[in-house]
């Protein structure tokens, strides 16, 4: 059996304009919403991203998120959104110097990401890593891997991975 074909891109992109530290490049979310996007959005680690539809979670208060809660014990139930993008801190450093904060446990917070997504929805992982599955990870469904740069740093290069979680069938009784 052969694996199925999946999006593959770079894209280069402007210098975020929003002054956080951290913030999405400039024309990231436009060139998302062209290729995956839901009605019900979660946005993990949000930061100073805003969505008026959708939810974002910081565990930062002062940033304004939506819900301040942490990305290692997400308060939504199960298969609650269509559309979950994380974008933690990409080390332990960045974690302290940017943020003040201690780094996240990455397998479980992609884990309880993974666990709000719905089935057919979208799970958007903004790295400088490409999760695979392990232990306590059970990703399948992988349909695009993005390379992102900005236009003046491409020493900061990311990925954005992307799943689409498998329908699952309810159990016949």
Request: charged share 25%; with cysteine.
């Amino acid at each position: 059996m052969t694996r199925p074909p999946y999006f593959r891109d770079i894209w280069i992109l402007g210098p975020n304009g929003t002054g956080y530290p951290g913030g999405f490049p400039n024309g990231l979310v436009p060139a998302i919403k062209r290729k995956w996007w839901g009605s019900r959005r979660l946005w993990i680690c949000s930061g100073s991203h805003r969505d008026e539809s959708g939810v974002c979670l910081d565990i930062k208060r002062e940033v304004g998120p939506t819900v301040v809660g942490n990305a290692e014990q997400l308060p939504f139930r199960d298969g609650s959104f269509d559309f979950v993008l994380m974008d933690p801190p990409y080390s332990e450093g960045e974690a302290r110097a940017l943020y003040d904060l201690p780094y996240l446990r990455l397998r479980r917070s992609i884990s309880e990401a993974w666990r709000v997504t719905e089935s057919g929805g979208h799970f958007l992982f903004f790295h400088r890593t490409i999760p695979t599955n392990g232990a306590e990870l059970e990703l399948t469904g992988l349909c695009g891997i993005i390379g992102v740069a900005v236009l003046a740093s491409w020493a900061n290069m990311r990925a954005l991975t992307v799943w689409r979680k498998p329908h699952r069938l309810e159990r016949w009784s």
